[in-house]
């Protein structure tokens, strides 16, 4: 599940105009936008709101398989072009200095920059980073239930020293709406990570069965699962794994054929 997150419904207009989202009618704290694989939630200005929404959802949404977080907002650059798009690869909190570090792509297709996510709002800027209202709170929160390359962040400059567009609502969303390849483009990268990060957290199949058969320690058991997962990653057949342990005697013999077909398939790659 993705969640798209932003402060304002102009910023999210175009993300729920692109994906079909639907305006949940339930009691709900905070503006929610429900598809079929992904939400929008409208948090209000600054960073508590936006700790507080992603807090929400995520209890809400526990239990519910991996979950994936994308900042979407505008921000001001002292330099940078109205329009101009970055993925934060570093988020400072103006208050406290406390520093975040997003896991960005490699190769993403938009550039990288830090951001300075402040208290209220300030017509100064910083010579390089940009300036926000909620990425610290949102990362944060959104960190605390799923991993760093998990949650993203994408600003879309609404201000610099000599334009500010940021109180033209219209505006703001056609800025986001100009930028929409890209963020669709991340956001299906998000998806491809949560099913990954979905199947190695999976059971592996042949679990039960072994289980089943044997008896194992704690200790055994998680050493258990290591391996089939391994085996299960590495698309190792189930029957592979039947015929290696099905004349076992006991679970610690079992490891052992196990481990011996790790060490085959590892010193095939």
Known sequence: MLTWVAAFHCEAKPVIDHYRLKKSHADHPFDLYEGDDCAC????????????ACAWQGARMAGDGAMAWLNLG???????????????????DGDSGQRHYPVVPARGQLPAAA????????????PRHLYDMEASGYFYAATRFSGAELVQSIKVVSDNSAHNVAR???????????????????????????AEVERIQSEPATLPTLCARHRFSRTQQLRLRRLLRYLDLRGVDAAVVERATSSCRDGREALGELEKLCQRDSAAL
Request: net charge negative; glycine share 8%; proline share 1%.
């Open 168 to 194: 033209d609502r219209a505006r703001v969303s056609e800025l986001i709406a100009a930028r929409l390849p890209a963020l669709a483009t991340e956001a299906a990268r998000l998806e491809t990570l949560v």
């Open 74 to 92: 505008i921000a001001g650059a002292a330099e940078a072009e109205i329009g101009a798009a970055f993925q934060l690869d570093q988020i400072i």
């Open 115 to 126: 951001c300075i996510s402040l208290a209220r709002v300030d017509d100064g800027y910083h």
């Open 41 to 52: 939630i409208v948090t209000g200005q600054g960073k508590l709101a936006a700790a507080a």
